[in-house]
């Protein structure tokens, strides 16, 4: 359904019956019209940076900026995101931002069927008490829990031994 009738040229009832009509149709801030069709190969949007990552902030579109290699939206309470790339931890988390792509490893496969190595190893109880400890060709046990776990046999002592490999 058409707005307006057809506007003919120097017509002026043909003029003043399609404003009537307009005036009649309650078009406003909060009208929702609905379109047969929309031609969007024309749309430009001005104000935005080519190729940037926009978001809403008070009912307007915001650039947020081109993102390098590697980098995403990071969330910021109370502010506007910011293009931000993760930061791997020496040692620990290795981060590698490439076009369209973050990898993230360990410095060692730690697969089911991997044979990590490391300098030494300390393992801990839920009270923070020692129980085992690993340091270059020494092994060491410091309590009874383990050698109940490992040999099934309950050990009344707080046991220490060395054992060299």
């Known amino acids: 359904m058409a707005l307006t009738s057809n506007i003919k040229d ?40 080519t ?24 969330g910021s309470t109370g502010a506007a995101p910011v293009l931000a790339t993760l930061t791997g931890t020496a040692n620990q988390v290795n981060v590698a931002n490439a076009a369209g792509s973050v990898t993230l490893s360990t410095p060692q496969d730690i ?14 109880n839920s009270d923070d008490d020692i129980i085992m400890f690993v340091d270059d060709d020494e092994f060491y046990i410091v309590s009874k829990a383990v050698v109940e776990i490992v040999t099934g046999n309950p050990m009344p002592w707080l046991f220490y031994h060395t054992y060299t490999v």
Do not use: C, M
């Open 111 to 124: 697969h089911e069927d991997a044979t990590p190595e490391f300098a030494g190893l300390t393992i801990r």
């Open 51 to 74: 190729n940037a990552l926009v978001y809403p902030i008070s009912g307007l579109l915001t650039s947020l900026g081109v993102a390098a290699d590697g980098q995403l939206p990071i």
């Open 10 to 49: 120097k017509d002026w009832v043909s003029v003043r019956q399609a404003t009537a009509r307009l005036g009649s149709s309650k078009l406003g801030p909060i009208s929702t019209p609905t379109f047969a069709s929309v031609n969007t190969s024309t749309l430009t949007i001005t104000g935005l940076t």
